[in-house]
């Protein structure tokens, strides 16, 4: 037997039990509730929580959780520059639930991606293997073991040990791409894969706007929309032509203006935040994700994502806070009646009434282990600096000088 096909036999039994708790999604998810321990406790954010992750990246167990801390997962971070969140052996397990019944389904649905292997982008193109002050990894050494299987070693087109993907520039055996955002092909243009046949990535909200120039450059290509995945854990997944909840790997929760409801609750239709438990320690973590419910698969929710709740702006995956910028502003010393950062394209831009150094600023956002992956692989561009006249600028938002609130980012601005 073939390593692909070994692959895939492991993965039948999470895919049947997948596909027999989309019929009945509340017993399914209570059985999940019972194995992460989940309890009535309110609903927290990432700055709640990271005095508890301090000491776990110190070295200390038994923290959010009874279960050892394998490693620490790396993200972008609202207030501060970075977020760091626990790998358990039940999270990394919960994960392969969801991975099961989406690969089984996207293999059945093109088998001739069995007769070549894999591209996987899965955790930022690390610069040097880090650890914490406690220890502990910061991801794990190679893309593979988030699988847990030595089958990938003959599935996956990089070799162990290599992470940069130019490495698999040309490679005629790939048939089959799993990245985030459209643009990171893009950025990696000359990858020019020949017989590539279906590309998963995102779809959704800003992600959709690389996309005709992702169909450009492979049109003979399927493009797969992949489900919601976060570095905190797996809402939806690409199956049976839709996106239904992973149902069989975290408990979810949904609020919206009628309050909190579970997910044989939802209505179509309706868009709702995201809150998560998880086998890694996270407690009714608010995931800062807006979902709307696009239909069922059976009686399980099939969602799409909307956007980031509140002021976070992402355009490949970068997730820039209003926060966090500000505090980035602030340590460059930019000091002017109006400045903020906006997306132009493929870049940011300081809007701006007086003066600031571009470089810095950038480099001070790189803190942000995102976007700095983001400008290292040319995802994103260098920041410009745009000169903008507050009186203009206010005058246009029909707001008078004495009632101006600062802010430090926006969604969207046209000069």
Same mark, same amino acid.
């Given at each position: 037997?073939?390593?692909?096909?070994?692959?895939?036999?492991?993965?039948?039994?999470?895919?049947?039990?997948?596909?027999?708790?989309?019929?009945?999604?509340?017993?399914?998810?209570?059985r999940?509730?019972?194995?992460?321990?989940?309890?009535?406790?309110?609903i927290?954010?990432?700055?709640?929580?990271?005095?508890?992750?301090?000491?776990?990246?110190?070295g200390?167990?038994?923290?959010?959780?009874?279960?050892?801390?394998?490693m620490?997962?790396?993200?972008?971070?609202?207030?501060?520059?970075?977020?760091?969140?626990?790998?358990?052996?039940?999270?990394?397990?919960?994960?392969?639930?969801?991975?099961?019944?989406?690969m089984?389904?996207?293999?059945?649905?093109?088998?001739?991606?069995?007769?070549?292997?894999?591209?996987?982008?899965?955790?930022?193109?690390?610069?040097?293997?880090?650890?914490?002050?406690?220890?502990?990894?910061i991801?794990?050494?190679?893309?593979?073991?988030?699988?847990?299987s030595?089958?990938?070693?003959?599935?996956?087109?990089l070799?162990?040990?290599?992470?940069?993907?130019?490495?698999?520039?040309?490679?005629e055996?790939?048939?089959?791409a799993?990245?985030?955002?459209?643009s990171?092909?893009?950025?990696?243009?000359?990858m020019?894969?020949?017989?590539?046949?279906?590309? @998963? +990535?995102w779809? $959704? %909200?800003?992600?959709?706007?690389?996309? *005709? =120039?992702?169909?450009a450059?492979?049109?003979?290509?399927?493009?797969?929309?992949?489900?919601?995945?976060?570095?905190?854990?797996?809402?939806?997944?690409?199956?049976?032509?839709?996106?239904?909840l992973?149902?069989?790997?975290?408990?979810?929760?949904?609020?919206?203006?009628?309050?909190?409801?579970?997910?044989?609750?939802?209505r179509?239709?309706?868009?709702?935040?995201?809150?998560?438990t998880?086998?890694?320690?996270?407690?009714?973590?608010?995931?800062?994700?807006?979902?709307?419910?696009?239909?069922?698969?059976?009686?399980?929710?099939?969602?799409?994502?909307?956007?980031?709740?509140?002021?976070?702006?992402?355009l490949?995956?970068?997730?820039?806070?209003?926060?966090?910028?500000?505090?980035?502003?602030? @340590? +460059?010393?930019? $000091? %002017?009646?109006?400045?903020?950062?906006? *997306? =132009?394209?493929?870049?940011?831009a300081?809007?701006?009434?007086?003066?600031a150094?571009?470089?810095a600023?950038?480099?001070?956002?790189?803190?942000?282990?995102?976007?700095?992956?983001?400008?290292?692989i040319?995802?994103?561009?260098?920041?410009?600096?745009?000169?903008?006249?507050s009186?203009?600028?206010?005058?246009?938002?029909?707001?008078?000088?004495?009632?101006?609130?600062?802010?430090?980012?926006l969604?969207?601005?046209?000069?």
């Amino acid at each position: 037997m073939r390593a692909i096909e070994r692959w895939l036999a492991s993965l039948e039994n999470d895919a049947r039990e997948f596909r027999e708790a989309l019929k009945d999604p509340a017993a399914a998810q209570q059985r999940v509730r019972e194995e992460c321990g989940a309890s009535d406790t309110g609903i927290v954010t990432y700055d709640d929580l990271e005095p508890y992750v301090a000491r776990i990246c110190d070295g200390e167990q038994n923290v959010l959780t009874t279960e050892r801390v394998l490693m620490v997962e790396k993200t972008s971070g609202s207030t501060s520059a970075a977020k760091f969140i626990p790998y358990t052996a039940t999270l990394r397990r919960q994960f392969l639930r969801a991975l099961a019944p989406w690969m089984i389904d996207l293999y059945a649905t093109y088998p001739e991606l069995t007769e070549g292997r894999a591209f996987w982008s899965v955790s930022p193109l690390a610069q040097a293997r880090e650890r914490t002050r406690g220890g502990l990894p910061i991801g794990f050494d190679d893309d593979r073991d988030y699988f847990d299987s030595s089958d990938l070693d003959e599935i996956l087109a990089l070799p162990r040990g290599v992470t940069d993907p130019r490495a698999a520039i040309g490679d005629e055996s790939i048939v089959f791409a799993s990245i985030w955002n459209p643009s990171y092909l893009i950025a990696l243009g000359d990858m020019r894969w020949p017989n590539l046949r279906v590309i @998963s +990535c995102w779809t $959704d %909200a800003a992600a959709s706007l690389a996309l *005709p =120039r992702l169909r450009a450059m492979y049109p003979n290509v399927a493009i797969q929309p992949k489900g919601l995945l976060a570095t905190e854990g797996v809402v939806s997944i690409p199956f049976a032509g839709k996106h239904p909840l992973a149902i069989t790997s975290h408990f979810f929760e949904f609020i919206d203006d009628d309050g909190i409801h579970l997910a044989h609750e939802l209505r179509e239709g309706r868009e709702y935040r995201v809150i998560l438990t998880t086998g890694g320690g996270l407690t009714r973590y608010d995931l800062g994700d807006i979902v709307r419910v696009d239909g069922f698969v059976e009686a399980t929710p099939s969602i799409e994502f909307v956007g980031r709740a509140g002021d976070v702006v992402d355009l490949c995956g970068e997730k820039l806070s209003e926060p966090f910028v500000r505090r980035a502003l602030e @340590s +460059c010393g930019v $000091d %002017a009646p109006v400045a903020f950062l906006a *997306p =132009r394209d493929d870049h940011y831009a300081l809007f701006i009434d007086g003066d600031a150094d571009a470089h810095a600023i950038d480099d001070a956002l790189r803190a942000n282990p995102h976007y700095d992956y983001c400008r290292r692989i040319g995802q994103l561009g260098p920041i410009d600096i745009v000169a903008i006249s507050s009186a203009a600028f206010l005058a246009s938002r029909a707001v008078k000088i004495g009632n101006v609130k600062p802010r430090a980012l926006l969604r969207h601005f046209e000069p």
